[in-house]
């Protein structure tokens, strides 16, 4: 009964102590829109000072940072005790220390699962390109795209765009191999005409060894008749 009414105090001066922070942490940031309000230098920056104050990574940062203590929070001692009611009235000081290990590694490896997230899905670049389309939709009078409310419509203009595409960049391919099988067809056509006038000349070639080779033998056989080697 002692150690529900000792949990149950403790309890109630944690949530104490995290409204106080809470409430310094909403007062604090009270204060500084107050005063970003009060002074109209603040409000007519230029763009590229509005984002370095309204950083969206930094607010990324704050929310995901807020959530971690307010789950760190909802995960209080006495329900952590509750869990483990029989090693905690055995040992309440050892089951303390535990949680406080506990806590404390859930919470680095929830920041670190964090981190990760923003270094693999590469927060920081996508946001600054979200920065770029703000912009860029400021100052295109055109109004942004809206869903007509019929699906097939919306699938067939988001598909249409890109289908598009896809066939102006495969006409252009097309016309690319064309062209390259033509200056090919040409190449082999030159080849050919090549071995042919190379055949040509060859069969010439052998023709003139051919009539050569008649003519020496006529000669051949006029200076040297066969009787006069008849013995």
Same mark, same amino acid.
């Given at each position: 009964m002692e150690e529900s009414e000792i949990a149950t105090q403790k309890e109630i001066v944690d949530n104490k102590r995290d409204r106080?922070?809470?409430?310094?942490?909403?007062?604090?940031a009270k204060g500084e829109v107050s005063s970003q309000m009060s002074d109209p230098e603040s409000v007519c920056k230029p763009p590229g000072e509005t984002?370095?104050?309204?950083?969206?990574?930094?607010?990324?940062?704050?929310?995901?940072?807020?959530?971690?203590? /307010?789950?760190?929070?909802?995960?209080?001692?006495? =329900?952590?005790? %509750? @869990?483990? /009611?029989?090693?905690?009235?055995?040992?309440?000081? =050892?089951?303390? %220390? @535990?949680?406080?290990?506990f806590k404390d590694e859930l919470q680095k490896a929830i920041q670190e699962d964090i981190n990760r997230l923003i270094e693999e899905g590469q927060l920081e670049r996508k946001f600054n390109e979200l920065d770029k389309l703000e912009r860029a939709a400021k100052n295109n009078p055109d109004p942004a795209w809206r869903p007509s409310g019929v699906p097939e419509q919306d699938f067939c203009s988001f598909l249409i765009p890109y289908y598009q595409k896809q066939d102006a960049y495969m006409r252009l391919e097309l016309k690319k191999i064309q062209a390259e099988n033509a200056d090919l067809a040409q190449k082999v056509q030159a080849g050919r005409e090549s071995i042919a006038e190379t055949?040509?000349?060859?069969?010439?070639?052998?023709?003139?060894?051919?009539?050569?080779?008649?003519?020496?033998?006529?000669?051949?056989?006029?200076?040297?008749?066969?009787?006069?080697?008849?013995?």
């Open positions: 106080d922070s809470t409430e310094t942490k909403t007062n604090e984002e370095v104050r309204f950083n969206r990574m930094k607010l990324f940062e704050k929310v995901m940072q807020k959530s971690l203590e /307010r789950f760190i929070h909802d995960a209080s001692f006495n =329900r952590f005790a %509750s @869990i483990f /009611r029989p090693l905690y009235k055995k040992n309440p000081q =050892r089951m303390e %220390s @535990i949680y406080k290990q055949e040509n000349r060859i069969l010439a070639t052998v023709d003139e060894w051919k009539a050569s080779v008649t003519e020496f033998e006529r000669l051949a056989s006029s200076l040297c008749p066969a009787k006069v080697f008849d013995v």
